[in-house]
């Protein structure tokens, strides 16, 4: 293809292309079910859409996959533009699930380019940083199946591009508590810049560091479960039980203790219990299971 700046560079990874009045359903209203595609509406005559073309074609591409263009040149394709009541150009439209959801007239400056694309990402779900999500969903997978310092490569590797990945960078941090290296995870949380200081991916990091230190002083889980059989009433026991529990995984039981005690006594240790509780389901993914059901009966206990 060659660019409307003359320089004939094929755009990276085919997110530009010239588009026919024969393959604007299949190459922009099909094609929008599953990425955004925006349309260029241009023609060779027109001089505001020399320079607004590469100026929109280089924020595309910017994004790294999160979105598409199609350049549409409405000499040769008048039906499509009666359709789209298209009365002047430059006209841009952006297409996602088979509808225009935006778009613009005339040419605009540079920012306002780049706010409209990363307007039509985020409309669609998306992530204007594009390839570096699909980056960040390895490194979460690395993770997963105890890859940690892989991950924390890859996490890092995106934090080289995008300093202020609050994914990334929770995602560096629990990489690094998985390799059981808390004092490294505390520092990076700490380096945090801050404006994604607070945000919920840094929060839960926060979260899981808490629980890791706290496990290195777990107590013995069948002497705690003794003691808890022998008295329910024993709060200290429970509640220690519950973080032995949790270190060792299970999740799931270690809730059910505390949501007990807090049952028998929710003020007992200056509310020791529910911000117990808060700590688990902050480290967990705000739909798991184990989060999702133990905040409805804590919720049902509070408002009882």
């Not at 922009?28 to 859409?49: E, H, L």
């Not at 003691?227 to 200290?236: G, K, Y």
Request: proline share 5%.
């Amino acid at each position: 293809m060659i660019g409307l700046d003359g320089t004939g560079a094929a755009p990276a990874q085919d997110l530009v292309k010239d588009v026919s009045e024969a393959q604007f359903m299949a190459e922009v209203v099909d094609a929008s079910m599953q990425v955004p595609v925006i349309v260029d509406f241009w023609a060779p005559w027109c001089g505001p859409c020399k320079t607004l073309g590469p100026m929109l074609e280089a924020a595309v591409t910017a994004a790294k996959g999160a979105v598409k263009m199609a350049k549409v040149n409405v000499d040769q394709a008048q039906q499509i533009a009666g359709q789209l009541r298209i009365q002047s150009i430059p006209t841009v439209y952006a297409f996602w699930q088979g509808q225009p959801i935006d778009g613009f007239q005339g040419a605009v400056p540079e920012s306002e380019i780049k706010a409209f694309v990363e307007r039509v990402v985020k409309a669609a779900g998306g992530d204007a940083s594009g390839g570096l999500d699909d980056a960040i969903a390895a490194a979460e997978e690395m993770l997963e199946q105890g890859a940690a310092v892989d991950a924390a490569q890859t996490f890092a590797a995106v934090l080289g591009e995008e300093p202020a990945n609050a994914k990334a960078y929770g995602g560096l941090v629990r990489a690094h508590i998985a390799m059981d290296d808390l004092d490294q995870a505390e520092a990076i949380l700490n380096g945090a810049p801050a404006e994604i200081s607070r945000s919920a991916e840094l929060e839960a990091a926060h979260a899981q560091l808490e629980l890791a230190r706290q496990a290195g002083n777990a107590g013995p889980i069948a002497e705690l479960a003794a003691r808890v059989e022998a008295d329910p009433d024993d709060h200290q026991a429970r509640f220690d039980l519950a973080l032995a529990i949790y270190s060792k995984g299970d999740g799931q039981a270690a809730v059910d203790h505390l949501l007990e005690l807090f049952r028998r006594d929710r003020e007992w240790n200056d509310g020791a219990a529910k911000a117990q509780l808060m700590t688990i389901f902050e480290a967990l993914k705000p739909n798991d299971p184990v989060a999702l059901n133990g905040r409805r009966k804590l919720s049902s206990m509070i408002f009882a």
